[in-house]
């Protein structure tokens, strides 16, 4: 059986931009978490950020890092993380396969999305997972007000 399809000129030109863009993104996109050269360049530092009515939870995947060799800094609502990885020393005659693994200096910064209580960030590292704990500050984490009815005591909503 035989369908009529209009034929929508612009469908074609989307598809066929599509795949323009996915080739040149694949050609100048740098091997996963890499910006820079292979002689240590920056390393992208991926996060995760999540927020319960407490505060914010900031994760990042940092292994073989010393604690010690990080900066972690809290100015304006902005959250910044420093350091840097260093290479291993390897031997000059060395025949390398495959070297994937990346090192250099690395940085991060972001805006929280509200007001933060500075004074109380936490910063943890275990199994090469820096979290950091943002609490909300008092002004904006959510508050259960009491309902009232006539004559009667305050009852929690």
Do not use: C
Request: hydrophobic share 40%; aromatic share 6%; net charge negative.
């Amino acid at each position: 059986m035989s369908r009529i399809v209009r034929w929508d000129p612009f469908r074609e030109m989307i598809s066929v931009r599509n795949q323009m863009d996915q080739l040149v993104g694949d050609l100048f996109q740098a091997p996963a978490g890499w910006q820079g050269n292979g002689d240590g360049g920056h390393i992208r530092l991926a996060l995760d950020v999540s927020e319960d009515d407490n505060g914010y939870s900031v994760k990042a995947s940092l292994p073989g890092i010393d604690p010690a060799d990080l900066e972690i800094s809290f100015s304006e609502n902005s959250l910044t993380i420093r350091g840097e990885t260093q290479a291993e020393s390897v031997e000059e005659n060395a025949k390398w396969h495959l070297r994937e693994r990346s090192f250099g200096r690395f940085m991060r910064s972001i805006t929280m999305p509200a007001a933060v209580n500075a004074d109380d960030i936490s910063a943890d590292y275990e199994d090469g997972v820096l979290t950091l704990t943002l609490p909300k500050a008092e002004e904006i984490r959510p508050r259960i007000i009491a309902v009232r009815g006539s004559g009667e005591e305050a009852v929690a909503a």
